[in-house]
């Protein structure tokens, strides 16, 4: 992963789309009000992202040796994103670990020299800096969106609480549904310790256990016996991550949008918070209605 930034073809493109309509519609109604608005984006990337080709194509261009000779199709990144909306964010704050991928983002200050005072790169662990941010910002004149768009399963619980303790952030997060926590919720619930902290990180509790699994009794050769089964279906452990969202955001979108990579897997859930109990209700709804529209 480190190398290039290939991660997932048509689904990449559907999630840029769904944030770029939301900041869309942000900047009109905040640009309306006094508040400095802020663009927060803690898994930033490079600015730009080279798609995967579906995995028919690669064949065929190993296949016929092309693989090199293939051009790969960019497309611009979330950071490259926010800075085209017009009108413009007060500051860009671009948050990512990766010094190679903040030096790309560094570029973005020549490519855009007019916002190039109003972008702040910051090249180190993202729930560290979300932490610093939410705490040392006064909220009362201030607003933001931040997305958070990782690999996996980076997004502390702890940093979600952060984010909605200031009640003026809306969330745009990708939640790794398939592509990390389904897998790790192992079908006979014996899941090793250093797993299941990792899921009590990402979800703040460890009742995930008692959600997704149940004892039953089953027959055997030696008469009835008690085991662990795991019943919860996918789409119950998205709508188990919305209701943990509820229990800090003053309003959560109800239709979060599954991502399915070309084996029609659902990786990611494209999921939207947002934090001021004011704002709350129209953020859901210019949100659920872009996260409705295909
Ligand atoms: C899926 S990519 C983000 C893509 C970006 N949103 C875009 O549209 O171009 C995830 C990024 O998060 C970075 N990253 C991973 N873990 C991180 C962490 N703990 N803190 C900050 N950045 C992290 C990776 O280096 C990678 O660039």
Same mark, same amino acid.
């Given at each position: 992963m480190e190398q290039n930034q290939y991660f997932g073809g048509d689904w990449t493109a559907e999630k840029l789309e769904r944030v770029k309509k939301y900041l869309q519609a942000y900047v009109r109604i905040m640009n309306k009000q006094n508040f400095r608005f802020l663009y927060i984006d803690a898994?930033? !990337?490079? !600015?730009y992202v080279e798609l995967k080709d579906k995995q028919e194509d690669q064949i065929a261009s190993l296949l016929l040796d092309l693989a090199e000779a293939e051009p790969q199709r960019f497309i611009q990144g979330s950071a490259q994103i926010a800075l085209q909306i017009e009108p413009s964010f007060h500051k860009y704050v671009l948050i990512e670990k990766s010094s190679r991928r903040c030096s790309e983002l560094e570029k973005l200050k020549n490519n855009y020299p007019h916002l190039a005072k109003r972008i702040v790169i910051i090249n180190r662990e993202a729930n560290e800096v979300i932490r610093e941010i939410c705490k040392r910002i006064n909220w009362r004149g201030t607003r933001a969106v931040m997305f958070l768009d990782p690999y996996g399963m980076q997004v502390r619980w702890d940093t979600i609480e952060a984010i909605a303790r200031t009640k003026a952030i809306d969330l745009w997060l990708l939640f790794p549904l398939g592509v990390a926590v389904n897998r790790m919720l192992k079908n006979d619930g014996n899941i090793n310790e250093s797993w299941a902290e990792k899921l009590d990180t990402l979800f703040g509790t460890r009742d995930w256990y008692g959600e997704f699994y149940e004892l039953t009794d089953k027959p055997s050769l030696f008469g009835n016996i008690s085991i662990i089964e795991k019943v919860a279906t996918i789409q119950d452990i998205g709508n188990y991550f919305i209701k943990r969202l509820k229990t800090v955001f003053a309003g959560v979108a109800e239709n979060p949008l599954p991502l399915y990579n070309s084996k029609n897997n659902p990786l990611f859930l494209l999921c939207f918070a947002a934090g001021n109990p004011k704002g709350a209700p129209i953020a859901i709804r210019i949100a659920q209605d872009i996260l409705r529209k295909r």
């Open positions: 898994f930033a !990337g490079t !600015g």
